[in-house]
């Protein structure tokens, strides 16, 4: 039946009410009208910035009518949902994303015109939206919309930064430099909805009593409040548009009146300080876990501002996350017992694992759900994926940092020790014991593997040491539904080293995969709209289809054979080439030599991800260049190799990295004999949007991770399906990659992931010098050494990390490296024959749409539903 109107004359609401804008009058309208009230300006002194301001505002209105009937309609339907949770979201920029997903890209650039701006200078002015620090932030920006396009009932959970990752400048010397990023200081953010009638308290500190009846009772410490503030996620070419509520964190009484009353003025501030800096800014740290580093010197900065503000972000946003989606939940109306049919909560990392201690807290103290039944409900809503191997960046907590910030949670996991596993060797449960007045149970693992007790120790909660630790990843494991690593050897890792003891005490059921996907809306369409325009044209469908079911680029292959095509691809990838020189040219001054082989890596600096061996192959390519006689060099194609990204600000050997190629970069770039041949850019600053015009304009990029350690990659996605050819390593993604384009359109180079170990062992105990292992690599780490970059003393850090352990096995991969290279510049003297491989990467490049990542998520893990907004 048709529901009674709820307030007034229906038809006077009905008449009031403003539907999207779809023609260009309305959209110029719309914007003028914006001018006028929302501005106060005029068209008398309206300069860029402005008029992207009232067009951004004009676009908001719109999605806001589809959010709102969104939102509206999920309550209505209370389908399943699923919920996101994430500590970073690195979005980018949205103005033109939005305009994409509603259709509107051709009107409001009309509109403007007639206006009398340029779209590209309105685009130009909106400020990257940086709440996260590389592929984990971006892969879950890219899930929303996914979702949001797959009309999938889906929310993102995380925080509101004030400052998100740091400005890096680039000093004369090759310092980077690090600048807040007050992103939000411009004003009005027109693409959230502060809702600041939502708001949860959270508490820190305090004490918590058991009470009989199993429950405890948390009071006391510090109370702040949650605010949420709603961005909007607009679907593609639909009209779902989800949400991101992000939190923000407030003071819960502003001043404190009685203090300040007392002169303490001082006291008053610091109180309402401390709730403000929860969610001021973003960890600029990844692969990190605040504790502990092979480079010693990644911690200070952690040091600096402390670890416990990180532990209290992390328990803020759970805190918040959870409060809203168990209210959500109530409103239904359903019992306890059907809380894991309307309700999945995906863990992206172990940044949220907080969130299983939490949900059994709400069950117990405040539903009175028995331990049982509670732990059940949580072990059947909570999924986790994992996003890395590596030791040093798996999330440990101290005991008594735990403690002291949420001794709840405390009593609570020392509880699931007890209860649920009884992991922990016998010697932990008398520690434990010690603490909770809850009866042992027999230890299942004791069971399973009888006297085994490094298994045991293996496998608890809590790592011994001084101080004791929570293993947070341990936690993750045993609290979720399913776990699932982020591509097919990673998620094999997962299984066979970190998570080994539980796969074989679980069984395998519960541990998957499901490999890292992007969107081609903003990673193909949004990016490099000629190719967009050209496949459209050539596959005869408009790309409102094929964005959707990026399976059909396949129908490009035959068109590999095709010369004229092949001369439109081609020529787009130079007019990409030519716009990224004039980004270079207008940002920094510098001129770009376009006709030559366009070489990028692009990602955060870490030594796994091993950029010195980029920049050790670009010197040995220059001392190659420079010992070849003036004939010799004519026959070389010429190349321009691209750096980005960004250093941990504490990250000693990363940012020393950076230094050598900006040195590098100037020596080479100035000499005369191989200027036209070679030359290297540092490109500062690093962000979404830089990505988004370096990629298109790739011919090889590279993705040389040391076997086994990149979980997946995303941006090497990124590239191929724009037609760049990928250099890479046996690792993460590459492999699928790989597999679907064809191992012909790869240039593949290195040990593989098995080899790793041993060879690592090797280099412990039976070190073979440099100058044996890798001549070619002695002479250019000599040169380096010898001051050819300025001071050779000021690398010798770097360069001992080559020399001494080799972790990351540079001197074992360099060899195969340069023949690699060296592949890739046999194989561009056929042009022709190189584009039909650039055609073919991007035909191939369907399975890694993250609109099939996310339908696997909704299908296997949260068994949810498309629900169409129509
Ligand atoms: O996550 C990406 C992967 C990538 C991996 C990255 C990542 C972070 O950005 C931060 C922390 C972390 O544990 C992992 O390094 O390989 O593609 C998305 O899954």
Known sequence: GKEKWPRGDENVWKEGSRSVN??????????????????????????????????????????????????????????????????????????????????????????????????EDLLEQERDAALGNGGLGRLAACYLDSSASQELPVWGYGLRYQYGIFQQLISPEGQQLE?????????????????????????????????????????????????????????????????????????????????????????????????????????????????????????????LVGKELRLKQQYFWTAASLADIVRRFKNIGKPFSEFPDYVAIQLNDTHP?????????????????????????????????????????????????????????MQIIYDIVLHDEGFSCKVHRQAVLLKSTVLTKSSAVEKKFPGDRDRLARMSLIEEGFPKQVRMAHLACIGSRKVNGVAELHSDLVKTTILKDFVEFEGQSKFSNVTNGITPRRWLDQCNPELSALISKTLKVDKSVWLKDLDRLKGLLPYAEDVEFRKEWAAIKQRNK???????????????????????????????????????????????????????????????????????????????????????????????????????????????????????????????????????????????????????????????????????????????????????????????????????????????SGGMFGDGGVYEPLLNTIRQNDYYLITEDFDSYIGALEMVDQAYLDKEEWIKKSIRTTANMGKFSSDRAILEYAESFWSIEPVKVT
Request: glycine residues 6%; proline residues 5%; charged residues 20%.
């Open 22 to 119: 779809t023609d260009v009058s309305s959209v110029t309208k719309s914007i003028v009208n914006h001018v006028q009230t929302s501005l106060a300006r005029q068209a008398y002194n309206l300069d860029n910035l402005g008029a992207y301001q009232a067009a951004a505002l004009s676009v908001r209105d719109d999605l806001i009518l589809n959010w709102n009937e969104t939102q509206m309609h999920y309550t209505r339907k209370a389908p399943k949902r699923a919920y996101y949770l994430s500590l970073e979201f690195l979005m980018g920029r949205t103005f033109d994303n939005a305009l994409l997903n509603l259709g509107l890209k051709d009107q409001y650039r009309e509109g403007v015109t007639k206006l009398g701006f340029n779209m």
């Open 353 to 409: 694992t907080l969130a299983i201690p939490e949900l059994m807290r709400i069950l117990i103290d405040e539903e009175e759900i028995p331990w049982g039944k509670a732990w059940d409900i949580v072990t059947n809503t909570v999924f986790y994926t994992n996003h890395t191997v590596l030791p040093e960046a798996l999330e440990k907590w101290p005991v008594p940092l735990m403690e002291h910030l949420l001794p709840r949670h």
């Open 179 to 303: 600048q807040p990023d007050p992103w939000l200081a411009g004003g009005e953010n027109p693409w959230e909805l502060p809702r600041l009638d939502v708001s949860y308290e959270v508490r820190f500190y305090g004490t918590a009593e058991r009470l009989p009846d199993g429950r405890a009772l948390w009071q006391g410490g510090q109370e702040v409040l949650a605010v949420a503030y709603d961005v909007m996620v607009p679907g593609c070419y639909t009209k779902n548009t989800n949400n991101l509520r992000l939190w923000e964190s407030k003071p819960k009484r502003g001043f404190d009146l009685n203090s300040f009353n007392a002169g303490d003025y001082e006291h008053a501030v610091e109180s309402s300080n401390s709730a403000a800096a929860i969610t001021s800014v973003l960890y600029p740290n990844d692969h990190t876990n605040n504790n502990e580093s092979r480079d010693r010197s990644q911690l200070s900065y952690t040091h």
């Open 578 to 784: 030519e716009r990224l020189a004039h980004h270079v040219e207008t940002t920094l001054g510098l001129t770009v030599n376009t006709n030559a082989m366009f070489d990028v890596q692009i990602k955060r600096l870490h030594e796994y991800k091993r950029q010195t061996l980029n920049i050790l192959g670009v010197i040995h390519r220059y001392l190659t260049l420079k010992q070849m006689s003036a004939a010799e060099r004519k026959k070389v194609n010429p190349r321009v190799v691209f750096f980005a990204g960004k250093a941990a600000p504490g990250y000693y050997i990363a940012k020393l990295t950076i230094r050598l190629i900006v040195n590098a970069a100037r020596i080479i770039n100035a000499d005369p004999d191989t200027r036209d041949l070679l030359t290297v850019y540092f490109l500062p600053d690093y962000s979404v949007s830089l990505a988004e015009v370096l990629i298109p304009s790739s011919d090889i990029s590279q993705h040389i991770s040391t076997a086994g350690t990149e979980a997946s990659g995303t941006s090497n996605m990124k590239f191929c399906l724009n037609g760049g050819l990928l250099v890479g390593t046996v690792d993460g993604a590459n492999i699928e990659i790989a597999e679907a384009v064809g191992e012909n359109n790869v240039f593949f180079f290195g040990h593989l992931t098995p080899a790793v170990e041993d060879l690592r062992y090797q280099h412990m105990y039976r070190p073979v010098p440099v100058e044996e292992k890798c001549p070619a690599l002695a002479k250019v780490l000599d040169k380096i």
